[in-house]
């Protein structure tokens, strides 16, 4: 009989977890079966190539919660301004709640691994791809012009991933919020068409 399927939700969110706080290379398997509570035997069912395979699916999981959260965001605040605001805010309250442990489980693992594992690598441009895609339809939904789309939503997530690096360095959510109200401005200039 094959290992539960709650058992590899439960692997992936755990590495997740400890991608995003130890980083991919200090996370052992050990570790992960741990913090699941999942057997041996079911990382091997679920992983077959190992913990570079389950880096690959914590990549897609966390881009996945990402999307979704912009998603909800889009449906809760008017404007793509209104979302960098609102999505910035949120990931200051992660880290406060954290106490500035964490980190963003994607850019830690694609750090880590990239080039050298061209699979982590794939997850992770497929990642990116997606947010900057989220981000250019909620540009484009407030009539920002498709020249200045790709640009705004590649500069938001480059933006975002290094307000986390500061924040989780200094300790504090500043960087965060400071990064957000300026995109946030920065893309109610171009819906203003100044």
């Known amino acids: 009989m094959g290992a539960a399927p709650k058992h ?15 980083g991919y290379a200090a996370t052992g398997v050990n570790d992960i079966l741990a913090a699941s509570g999942a057997p041996k035997g079911s990382f091997y069912h679920y992983f077959p190539q190992g913990k570079e395979q389950l880096g690959e699916e914590a990549v897609r999981r966390a881009s996945e919660t990402v999307i979704s959260t912009l ?7 008017k404007g793509s ?3 960098v605001r609102a999505y910035g805010r949120l990931l200051g309250d992660w880290m406060e709640q954290s106490a500035f442990s964490d980190g963003c489980p994607i850019t830690t693992t694609l750090l880590e691994t990239t080039p ?8 992770g441009k497929s990642a990116f791809h997606g947010w900057r895609g989220e981000l250019e339809a909620l ?13 705004l ?6 933006a975002w991933e290094g307000a ?3 924040a989780r360095v200094e300790g504090h959510r500043g960087p965060l919020d400071d990064a957000s109200d300026y995109l946030a401005d920065l893309i109610e200039h ?3 068409g100044s």
């Open 190 to 192: 171009h819906r203003s």
């Open 81 to 83: 301004a209104a979302v």
């Open 116 to 123: 050298q594992s061209p699979r982590l690598s794939a997850a």
């Open 164 to 166: 986390l690096i500061q």
């Open 71 to 77: 998603r909800q965001l889009s449906g809760e605040v």
């Open 153 to 158: 939503a590649s500069l938001v997530v480059s």
């Open 139 to 151: 540009l484009g939904a407030d009539g920002i012009a498709p020249p200045h789309r790709a640009g």
């Open 8 to 22: 590899r939700d439960g692997i992936v969110r755990a590495a997740v977890t400890l991608f995003r706080k130890r």
